[in-house]
């Protein structure tokens, strides 16, 4: 079975940066392409990033492309996501996903594990 737990979630100011990880257990993690979602307040959950099982194929949401890195540390089955030059709109909370499908996946319905989310507030 498949456990995630994310961590980093922190206050952020303009311009900001911010590093998020999530830690992953299992026997098939490994084999699994990881991804990032997120959940603002009063709205559905969006995709942001998936990396492949490998680590050598992502893919990002537009809005966040140029701003978030996806990476995965296969050898402690952690996966990451640096973000900087944040603004208020990229306050909420966010969710490691893990998929069984091979490739970059972008559709919630198709990761069948997640983790309890970390939020990401913004300082005014």
């Known amino acids: 079975q498949v456990k995630l ?12 940066s911010l590093g998020l990880s999530c830690a992953a257990s299992g026997r098939t993690v490994s084999t699994y392409a990881m991804g990032w979602f997120r959940q603002a307040q009063g709205k559905e959950r ?8 490998s680590g050598t194929s992502t893919r990002y949401a537009d809005s966040v492309k140029v701003r978030f890195i996806s990476s995965r540390d296969k050898a402690k089955n952690m996966v990451h ?44």
């Not at 737990?5 to 900001?16: K, N, P, T």
């Not at 969006?46 to 099982?53: G, K, N, P, R, S």
């Open 81 to 124: 996501l640096q973000m900087s030059s944040l603004t208020p709109q990229y306050t909420a909370v966010y969710y490691c996903a893990a998929s069984p499908i091979v490739g970059v996946p972008i559709i919630g319905r198709n990761f069948s594990t997640w983790g309890q989310g970390t939020l990401v507030p913004f300082s005014s």
């Open 5 to 16: 737990v994310e961590s980093g979630g922190g206050l952020v100011q303009a311009g900001g």
């Open 46 to 53: 969006e995709f942001v990033a998936t990396i492949d099982w």
